[in-house]
């Protein structure tokens, strides 16, 4: 029995994360919960949305993270005159030496590992869309040819909830493809107080990477891997099932009527009268794969409903479409989410 | 770990496996205990329910409120029958709980899913199973079964302790009651049952101990010492009468079976009342006694005592020895029903009825019997009461708590002839001792032959010593005594 090593990797991860966490920590004040997501969000593989007032320190997190991950980092600032050949690249006509003309291709900003979209509902649906196939898929074609994003590529966008003229809001399809919606909140006091303290003098805080450039996408990789070997029982999976499905109101349409689920919740009052649509399958693997690395990052190799519920509410507060009342009584999905998991609790014997 | 490859991992599957299979026994035995507990709460209160209806309401009644009390209880039979059957727990289930009650985070449940999904032999599930196991296995010394299920008494014993209590109680005031009451859940009869308490129970007590068999070789109706030929006959005749029932055609045995369906309920409010108070269902005509006499009674006359085996001059000394007098409870309830009576302007009934409790005079009812299975000849009007007979004055069985209808009613006497009986055990007796009585010399010859070839125990058992003889006989039977004489 190779207990060693497993149990090693184990220490491995909670370490990695630990130190990435304290190196950023020294750059961004405070938002630990924050921090603590995109980390779950980037190991497992995800995208993640930051909705949060402007000033907050939305791009700082983001290019503190690439810093501290010693990965490529780019930025895009989204604006209504963005094009998608300006994310994606284009074919440019490039003279040879021996001069010769041929179209090459440029890559564009999202050829980086960790890619920033800066107030992504600026640009328009067009634009936004050409995240879609590089968030998915990792991967953009441009002129009927296909190239490979490198590997670990990972988007973080934020998303600015006020100066909402001219801005279009994501489609439903592109908000799926986020693994994590996080909300950024105002700082405390004490925070404020030490972020004018940090940020306003000669001496600035000095992040050390915590991999060698060579060798960080492959240890990222490695990690990421580790994730889904994390054993999970079939009464989790069960319980992550239910809860996804309890975020569909009873009269949606396309609801399947033959399921005959043994493992049920009744629907939520909220639910059957806020709720548009639910969260799709996408949801259920986003609660799995968070739920994984919370549980490595307790030293578990295995999932426990706490740690599901732990990823809920980031991972289906944006999917759930919520319809014309939720909007007029100003709903929250994360109430909503909340809710039901609150109501699952009984699953649990 | 050095050896054969997985080794320790099967070991330590095994370790968890076995005790959880010691955690499962116990949550289980507790879920059947429960479910127990439960059942028998429902059934005690749906038999003190029928006890209430028993005596409160009509047959019609008692028939439309039993027929859904005895769905119901079938319903809650099924009902915790299934229930039982669902929270039976496999390991799965008893990781989970182990899980949640000690905060193992699943990793037991975990563990379990995989084991029962077959891991073993088989591939690693992942890299990180070893480190499962190793967490397991540390986390066991964290959890003992006894801490995990403990051996208590689930809290549905609580209730059924209650409801059974309650059933006793309300079974118990029928029984305690005066005969004549009816209606025992009166408030005035429950006032007297609940006021006379104490001496109505431990006088119900002593009776009933008091008839205890002394040994079970002196039940009198075994059928221990019947000879294989007797055992034989009886065994034919029961076939005979299983075969005479199958000979019914198939249409009259549905018939039959609706009609005895249908008279359930009744026949069951009948068996509650004669169980509890010895009578007969509410308006009915009370049945003669020979023809429908209480199980327990025939058991208990048949049933011989140390006295029986003594000569008796007088079985009244049997009942109420001479200077001994009767208990204060019974005397002052006798006296005050005399008083009641006497203020209702019959006298008579002061004697004529029972003045004991109902419980209490069933069982007077079997000693009676008892008595009359070995007593002497009687002329009729010595066995009614408030003719005239005395206490020790009209022989054997004649005293004054002699039931007026111990040799069945009145009106089935057939208007002044005799009835009678031959005094066999005072004739078996004395011809034992020798003794030149000149009674005993005109039936003894024959009694002591007939039984000559007989254990005591079977000339005991002897079923002619029993019987009752009908007055149409008596020609015959003197012819016989004669004959006997004449030898």
């Keep these: 029995m190779s207990e060693a090593p497993a149990t090693q990797l184990i220490s491995d991860f909670q370490k990695t994360v630990h130190r990435i966490e304290s190196e950023l920590a020294k750059a961004v004040i405070g938002h630990e919960e924050l921090v603590r997501n995109i980390l779950i969000a980037f190991f497992a593989g995800g995208h993640v949305l930051i909705e949060g007032v402007p000033g907050t320190g939305k791009t700082l997190i983001v290019r503190s993270l690439a810093e501290v991950l010693n990965l490529s980092f780019n930025r895009i600032q989204f604006t209504v005159d963005l094009m998608p050949a300006d994310i994606t690249g284009t074919r440019m006509v490039m003279d040879r030496e021996e001069g010769r003309r041929e179209f090459v291709f440029v890559e564009g900003p999202v050829f980086a590992h960790i890619l920033l979209g800066d107030e992504i509902n600026r640009s328009t649906p067009k634009t936004q869309a050409a995240l879609l196939e590089a968030m998915a898929e990792q991967q953009v074609t441009v002129a009927g040819t296909t190239y490979r994003l490198p590997p670990p590529f990972f988007v973080l966008a934020t998303l600015n909830p006020i100066e909402m003229e001219g801005t279009y809001p994501l489609p439903e399809a592109q908000l799926d493809r986020f693994f994590f919606k996080v909300r950024l909140t105002y700082p405390t006091h004490q925070e404020i107080q030490r972020i004018i303290d940090t940020t306003t003098t000669t001496s600035l805080p000095e992040l050390h990477p915590v991999f060698d450039y060579a060798e960080a996408p492959e240890r990222i990789l490695i990690l990421r891997k580790l994730v889904r070997e994390v054993l999970v029982a079939p009464h989790i999976e069960e319980y992550i099932a239910a809860l996804v499905h309890a975020t569909i109101p009873t009269g949606a349409k396309y609801l399947n009527t033959t399921d005959s689920a043994r493992t049920t919740l009744p629907k939520d009052d909220f639910v059957n009268r806020y709720v548009g649509f639910g969260a799709s399958p996408r949801g259920g693997q986003t609660l799995m794969l968070g739920a994984k690395v919370v549980a490595l990052l307790d030293g578990r190799a295995n999932v426990s409903y706490e740690d599901v519920d732990r990823v809920a509410i980031p991972a289906l507060n944006h999917r759930l479409v919520l319809n014309f009342a939720a909007e007029a009584e100003n709903i929250d999905p994360a109430v909503i989410v909340e809710r039901i998991v609150h109501s699952a609790r009984k699953l649990r014997r | 770990m050095v050896g054969i490859p997985g080794t320790e991992e099967r070991l330590i599957l095994a370790d968890v496996e076995d005790r959880l299979r010691q955690v499962r026994g116990r949550f289980n035995f507790h879920t059947v205990q429960h479910h127990l507990y439960r059942l028998g709460t429902v059934l ?444």
């Excluded at chain 2, 009902?79 to 496999?90: C, E, K, P, T, Y």
């Excluded at chain 2, 049952?193 to 002196?218: H, I, T």
């Excluded at chain 2, 005079?361 to 009687?378: I, M, P, S, V």
Aim: glycine share 10%; with cysteine.
């Design chain 2, 44 to 487: 005690a209160l749906g038999t003190a329910l029928l006890i209430v209806c028993t005596f409160l309401l009509s047959p019609l009644l008692f028939t439309l409120v039993s027929w859904p009390v005895l769905v119901f209880l079938a319903f809650c039979f099924l009902f915790f029958l299934r229930s039982g059957v669902a929270d039976w727990a496999d390991l799965n289930e008893i990781a989970r709980r182990v899980d949640a009650k000690v905060g193992l985070k699943e990793r037991l449940a975990t563990l379990v899913a995989h084991l029962t999904s077959g891991v073993i032999g088989k591939p690693s599930p992942s890299s990180l199973w070893p480190h499962l196991l190793a967490e397991n296995s540390a986390l066991m010394n964290e959890w003992e079964v006894r801490k995990v299920a403990p051996s208590r008494i689930p809290w549905s014993a609580v209730p059924f302790l209650l409801a059974l209590l309650l059933a006793f109680f309300i079974a118990s005031i029928p029984m305690l009651s005066d005969r004549s009451a009816q209606d025992p859940f009166s408030l005035a009869n429950l006032q007297t049952v609940l006021g006379e308490f104490p001496d109505r129970a431990s006088e119900l007590l002593d009776k009933q101990l008091s008839l205890l068999p002394d040994s079970q070789g002196q039940w009198g109706g075994s059928t221990l010492y019947d000879t294989p030929a007797n055992l034989e006959g009886k065994t034919q005749e029961t076939t005979n009468e299983g075969d005479g029932q199958n000979q019914d055609t198939p249409g009259e045995n549905r018939n039959l079976d609706l009609r005895s369906l249908a008279s359930l309920p009744e026949a069951l409010q009948e068996k509650i009342r004669q169980a509890l108070q010895g009578l007969p269902n509410r308006g009915q005509p009370p049945k003669p006694q020979e023809a429908q006499p209480a199980d327990q009674d025939r058991r208990l006359a048949l049933q011989p005592s140390k006295d029986q085996k003594k000569p008796t001059a007088s079985l009244e000394g049997q009942n109420l020895p001479p200077g001994e007098k009767p208990s204060r409870a019974s005397r002052n309830r006798g006296d005050k029903r005399k008083e009641q009576a006497s203020e209702n302007g019959n006298p008579g009934a002061a004697t004529s009825a029972p003045t004991q409790g109902a419980g209490l005079q069933q069982l007077e009812h079997a000693q009676l019997d008892r008595k009359n299975a070995r007593g002497t000849f009687q002329p009729d009007s010595s066995q009614v009461p408030g003719s005239g007979g005395q206490a020790g004055e009209g022989g054997p069985g004649a005293g004054s708590g002699t039931d007026p209808r111990i040799y069945g009613e009145q009106k089935n006497l057939g208007g002044g002839s005799h009835t009678f009986q031959i005094a066999l055990e005072t004739t078996h007796e004395k011809s034992h001792e020798g003794e030149s009585d000149t009674d005993d010399k005109d039936t003894g010859g024959i009694i002591e032959k007939s039984t000559k070839n007989l254990s005591q125990q079977q000339s005991l058992d002897d079923t002619i010593r029993k019987s009752q003889i009908p007055a149409e006989y008596e020609e015959i039977v003197k012819r016989l005594f004669a004959r006997g004489e004449s030898r």
